[in-house]
Nanobody
Framework: QWQLVESGGGVVQPGGSLTLSCAASGFSLDYFIIAWYRQAPGAEREGVSC????????NYVDSVKGRFTISRDSATNTVYLQMNSLKAEDTAKYYC??????????????????????WGQGTQVTVSL
């Protein structure tokens, strides 16, 4: 129960694209806000994006606005992070997290919480020439 598994990371050149997936095991993502976080070596973990349980409301950190898109698919119990125009500073390990609990709500918390009901193991994204 309460497991999230990220996939889709890899090595990409600057300007390239990757799509990350966050698949749930043991619970339905429909009842949770889902957020993506990332942590680069020597840096603190930062929130990247989040999506409401309804899918109708999203939020992004300023540095990825216009380049990243978060989405969710109830049929596959999966949340995605489409990353375009990748930069070297996007290099980090990316984690997904299930936050709070609800259903069909547009609510999003202010900022990115430090606690979560479930965390994934992370997937590495490296942007390099």
């Amino acid at each position: 129960q309460w497991q999230l598994v990220e996939s889709g990371g890899g090595v990409v050149q600057p300007g390239g694209s990757l799509t990350l997936s966050c698949a749930a095991s043991g619970f339905s993502l429909d009842y949770f806000i889902i957020a993506w976080y990332r942590q680069a070596p020597g840096a603190e973990r930062e929130g990247v994006s989040c999506i409401s349980s309804s899918g109708g409301n999203t939020n992004y950190v300023d540095s990825v606005k216009g380049r990243f898109t978060i989405s969710r698919d109830s049929a596959t119990n999966t949340v995605y992070l489409q990353m375009n125009s990748l930069k070297a500073e996007d290099t980090a390990k990316y984690y997904c997290a299930a936050l709070g609990r609800g259903y069909n709500s547009d609510y999003l918390p202010p900022g990115f919480p430090h606690e979560a009901d479930a965390w994934g193991q992370g997937t590495q994204v490296t942007v390099s020439l």
